[in-house]
T-cell receptor
């Protein structure tokens, strides 16, 4: 089986930093993705990690530890437009269809003035 | 980046009718497309993997006779919800992988189709 856990909701003020954690258990691993999804819209790609370490992309950074089955997405200098759901997704190599993603339930980030 | 479109964006239908949703990759060829369903405040649940020229692979618990998938070309996959019922009301999203020299092979998502069955 495969479990992906992330917090349901986080609240932070504009300009602050928020860290969204994601833990996973998978039979095979070929990358972890973070997506941003605004209400009623499709997810948009934020980041990808396949090796251990930190990937930085502007205000967003993502970290991966494969041995711990753990990732986090760090959002810096929060802006009101960052209020959205953030989805952690794992790509599993053992599945029949290569490239299939399993999504976590998403973390709703609420940015307050 | 790669662009994926979906049509229609919103559909309301009566119970018992069938609804077809199209998913197109606009600027790339997609041998594999994925269909997801998302209920309010829940995450995306993969329904099936659509492979061009072959039968779709359905996830456990998804009825293949109810959710018909056709991947007739490298740029088009369709999902038909047959004999729709109110419990089928949901947000349906497709995605496609663009394999053109992309390290990540990430999935690009369509804008989604909001289905409401009365």
């Amino acid at each position: 089986g495969q479990n992906i856990d992330q917090p349901t909701e986080m609240t932070a003020t504009e300009g602050a930093i928020v860290q969204i954690n994601c833990t996973y258990q998978t039979s095979g691993f070929n990358g972890l993705f973070w997506y941003q999804q605004h209400a009623g819209e499709a997810p948009t790609f934020l980041s990808y990690n396949v090796l251990d370490g930190l990937e930085e992309k502007g205000r967003f950074s993502s970290f991966l530890s494969r041995s711990k089955g753990y990732s986090y997405l760090l959002l810096k200098e929060l802006q009101m437009k960052d209020s959205a759901s953030y989805l952690c997704a794992v790509r599993d190599t053992k599945k029949v269809s290569w490239g299939k993603l399993q999504f976590g339930a998403g973390t709703q980030v609420v940015v307050t003035p | 980046g790669a662009v994926v479109s979906q049509h229609p964006s919103r559909v309301i239908c009566k119970s018992g009718t069938s609804v077809k949703i199209e998913c197109r990759s606009l600027d790339f060829q997609a041998t594999t497309m994925f269909w997801y369903r998302q209920f309010p405040k829940q995450s995306l649940m993969l329904m099936a993997t659509s492979n061009e020229g072959s039968k779709a692979t359905y996830e456990q618990g998804v009825e293949k006779d109810k959710f018909l998938i056709n991947h007739a070309s490298l740029t088009l996959s369709t999902l038909t919800v047959t004999s729709a019922h109110p419990e089928d009301s949901s947000f349906y999203i497709c995605s496609a992988r663009d394999l053109r020299g992309r390290e990540y092979n990430e999935q690009f998502f369509g804008p989604g189709t909001r289905l409401t069955v009365l």
